[in-house]
């Protein structure tokens, strides 16, 4: 398991523990994406994730403020997620980071095929 950033320390452990999760930040994209969103509707847009790790990054996601979560006592019991006020404004912070990211892809992957 991996050890948990010293908070105490670095105030920005939290936003690091988001980016170094593989699905943390895409599935806040995509509920942001969707509006009002429920779990099969996001497993089934998300390719790759499992069911547990969706299950997963939504409980942190919600812990940490970033989506609200839903119950309705329908049966069988419907649960939707949205975006919070926090989560969006952690968004246009993400979103210029993928923009860079776009930006400076060939430059990036032109860096790692010559230093191999």
Do not use: C, H
């Given at each position: 398991m991996a050890k948990k950033l010293d908070y105490g320390y670095c105030?920005?452990?939290?936003?690091?523990e988001w980016m170094g999760n593989k699905w943390a930040l895409v599935v806040l994209l995509k509920v942001e994406e969707g509006g009002t969103v429920r779990f099969?509707?996001?497993y089934r847009n998300i390719p790759s994730i499992s069911?547990?790790?969706?299950?997963?990054?939504?409980?942190?996601?919600?812990?940490?403020?970033?989506?609200?979560?839903?119950?309705y006592p329908d049966?069988?019991?419907?649960?939707?997620?949205?975006?919070?006020e926090l989560g969006r404004t952690l968004l246009p912070h993400?979103?210029?980071?993928?923009?860079?990211?776009?930006?400076?892809?060939?430059?990036?992957?032109?860096?790692r095929a010559s230093r191999k």
């Open positions: 105030k920005a452990a939290p936003v690091l099969n509707e996001l069911e547990k790790v969706l299950s997963e990054v939504l409980r942190q996601l919600y812990t940490d403020g970033l989506l609200d979560r839903q119950l049966v069988p019991p419907r649960v939707e997620y949205s975006v919070t993400v979103k210029g980071l993928i923009n860079w990211g776009g930006e400076n892809f060939n430059t990036i992957m032109e860096y």
